[in-house]
T-cell receptor
Framework: AQKVTQAQTEISVVEKEDVTLDCVYETRDTTYYLFWYKQPPSGELVFLIRRNSFDEQNEISGRYSWNFQKSTSSFNFTITASQVVDSAVYFC?????????????????FGKGTKLSVIP | DSGVTQTPKHLITATGQRVTLRCSPRSGDLSVYWYQQSLDQGLQFLIQ???????AKGNILERFSAQQFPDLHSELNLSSLELGDSALYFCASSVDIKNTEAFFGQGTRLTVV
């Protein structure tokens, strides 16, 4: 069974503060993928990043950075110098093989999401 | 713009009715996934198709069905609708079966009254 836990339900920060969104996952597979998605108030799901289980290198993209640690089964997301436009619900998701051996099928299991409010 | 197109964006219908949601994947993507987002259940996987064939089923009700056509677009059919089916339905597509890079459409907001 797989499970994704985002313990922070809601976070409020003042603009320009840094904020870290936590994600802890459970899986028995050695091959899996981790994702972060952003859902702004308009409702669409915006893909932010994907990491595979063999790549623990941290990644930085502008004000966004991700810290993947297999030892603690965590994939945390940090926004530096937050802006009002960062206000959204952020989802962490896990994908691992399902189905029969050979051509497995992957689907995303999402956490409950963290609602981030950035106050001007 | 993710390149995944869902229609309609909004749908209001009565209990007991049947609706069809449509999804056009990104050009070149063979896999289509359907997800339901509701307040109580969160984001849940419903079903996946790959190149016209059903690949995986999640928490999809028997009243719901889907298919993927030769041109790779997909439809999700919801029948005998109940109030609890009100939700945001997302379609996602990826180029391969491993969902290594899934892009979502804007969703169809279904309201059952």
């Amino acid at each position: 069974a797989q499970k994704v836990t985002q313990a922070q339900t809601e976070i409020s920060v003042v603009e320009k503060e840094d904020v870290t969104l936590d994600c802890v996952y459970e899986t028995r597979d050695t091959t899996y993928y981790l994702f972060w998605y952003k859902q702004p108030p308009s409702g669409e799901l915006v893909f932010l990043i994907r990491r595979n289980s063999f790549d623990e290198q941290n990644e930085i993209s502008g004000r966004y950075s991700w810290n993947f640690q297999k030892s603690t089964s965590s994939f945390n997301f940090t926004i530096t110098a937050s802006q009002v436009v960062d206000s959204a619900v952020y989802f962490c998701a896990l994908s691992e093989a399902k189905g029969n051996s050979g051509a497995g099928s992957y689907q995303l299991t999402f956490g409950k999401g963290t609602k981030l409010s950035v106050i001007p | 713009d993710s390149g995944v197109t869902q229609t309609p964006k909004h749908l209001i219908t009565a209990t007991g009715q049947r609706v069809t949601l449509r999804c056009s994947p990104r050009s070149g993507d063979l896999s289509v996934y359907w997800y339901q987002q509701s307040l109580d259940q969160g984001l849940q996987f419903l079903i996946q198709y790959y190149n016209g064939e059903e690949r995986a089923k999640g928490n999809i009700l028997e009243r719901f069905s889907a298919q993927q056509f030769p041109d790779l677009h997909s439809e999700l059919n919801l029948s005998s609708l109940e109030l609890g089916d009100s939700a945001l339905y997302f379609c996602a597509s990826s180029v391969d079966i491993k969902n290594t890079e899934a892009f979502f459409g804007q969703g169809t907001r279904l309201t059952v009254v």
